[in-house]
């Protein structure tokens, strides 16, 4: 059985929040299909190499905190059809996940993503339904929790009594600090009204894309300056760039490169690395090591197949950290790597031998002990994980 390393363990006080962070939004069933040649033509049909399913959206970053060793509960909507149950069952029982501000919803049905990789990349569809009520109504009591992570979005402003976000509101008064993202906006206004809402929240975590649409500025480090005068934790990531941040509470700047892996499926990889920064912000460690570790956790997830499936644990933290640690240092490229994870020794050094791992369904063809030329060294003796099919509930009528 997986044993749970805390990150936060030496912080801990009797009168602390039971939770350490709360997530608040849509839960999808993911089916994925992965390994096909090329996509089907019309009156065709193609196999996949690999299928799963896992619960998506909110989830993601549900599973990611979670994996993280922090005590994470979410509140959703789930139908009362097999894909709900299945999606409950995943996020409590093998996530350990507190549901207790969920609600499951009788005739509603479960939203659904079909995701095919292709070559390294990815296309959807989706099918789901509004939820039954708002999520004030539905979450009723927030729990007293450490932290918040949720989107900003101009129509369901923070601060404002807005009956999607009175719960949010009620966390940040009871001492919750507010990380946020933003997704994309499909109307290319990139409302200033999202920005405003910046003043309610402690973190905000942008891609540079959008980071630069809302400030209205050409580059990732000009957005961030922008972002660090309304908010103490800006942090804007970059892709194959990496990421850059600014804590105005510590007065900390800090700058990574991207770690060079093999992506294989990007879904789900900015809500790791969502899930990296609050573990390191909420246990106080150094902007650089937060943003360093956030980065790797990000990198772990982008090499393996399935979303939520591929957020890493401690255990496959460890094992990294222990592959580049044997790795030889004969070129600049691994002391520099070496050098720039030296932090993660004191860490791993209580992590047990059973920490928590990536879901056993998880349904990568290639893992990052497996990627070769990558930063995360040699290959292992070990024989590639072989696909795992994961049984998909029974369809509904």
């Known amino acids: 059985m997986d044993q749970t390393y805390d990150p936060l363990a030496s912080l801990r006080r009797a009168d602390d929040p039971e939770i350490d962070v709360f997530v608040q939004g849509t839960v999808f069933l993911d089916i994925i299909f992965t390994g096909l040649q090329a996509m089907p ?31 994470t509960s979410l509140g ?34 479960t939203p659904v993503t079909v995701s095919v990789s292709v070559h390294g990349d990815r296309r959807m569809i989706t ?19 450490r932290s918040v992570l949720l989107d900003l979005d101009a129509e369901r402003p923070l601060g404002q009594g807005h009956p999607e976000r009175e719960w949010a509101d009620r966390a940040a008064a009871g001492g919750a600090l507010l990380f946020a993202d933003v997704g994309w906006d499909p109307s290319g206004e990139w409302s200033p009204d999202v920005l405003a809402q910046l003043e309610e929240c402690h973190a905000f975590m942008p891609n540079a894309v959008e980071a630069m649409a809302y400030t209205r500025t050409d580059s990732a480090h000009d957005a961030l300056y922008a972002l660090a005068d309304l908010v103490p934790l800006a942090v ?23 770690l060079r892996v093999e992506a294989i499926d990007p879904t789900g990889a900015g809500d790791v690395f969502d899930a990296g920064m609050l573990v390191g912000t909420l246990a106080g460690w150094p902007l650089l090591d937060r943003m360093n570790f956030a980065t790797l956790c990000s990198s772990l997830a982008v090499q ?10 401690w255990g496959d933290i ?3 950290w222990q592959r580049v640690r044997r790795q030889p240092t004969s070129n600049a490229a691994a ?63």
Request: aromatic fraction near 6%; charged fraction near 20%; include cysteine.
């Open 127 to 145: 099918h789901g339904h509004t939820a039954p009520e708002s999520a004030t109504d539905m979450i009723g009591s927030v729990p007293r929790a």
């Open 41 to 71: 033509k019309s009156g065709t049909e193609v196999w996949a190499d690999g299928m799963g399913s896992c619960p998506g959206g909110i989830a993601n970053l549900g599973v990611a905190a979670a994996r993280l060793g922090l005590h």
């Open 236 to 258: 804007v990531t970059n892709g194959r760039d990496g990421a850059v941040a600014i804590d105005s509470g510590t007065g900390e700047e800090a700058v990574v490169p991207a």
């Open 304 to 313: 393996e197949f399935g979303g939520s499936l591929a957020a890493p644990g």
């Open 335 to 397: 002391r520099s790597v070496q050098r720039r994870f030296a932090f993660l020794d004191d860490l791993v050094a209580d992590v047990p031998v059973g920490a928590v791992r990536r879901a056993a369904a998880t349904i990568a063809k290639l893992s990052d002990a497996q990627a070769a030329g990558s930063d995360a060294g040699p290959p292992t003796t070990s024989p590639p994980a072989a696909p795992v099919t994961t049984p998909l509930p029974k369809e509904t009528p």
């Open 76 to 109: 959703a909507a789930f139908g009362d059809d097999d894909y709900g149950e299945f999606c409950w069952r995943s996020l409590e029982e093998q996530e350990g996940i507190d549901l207790s501000r969920s609600r499951r919803y009788p005739h509603w049905h």
């Open 318 to 320: 460890a094992d990294w």
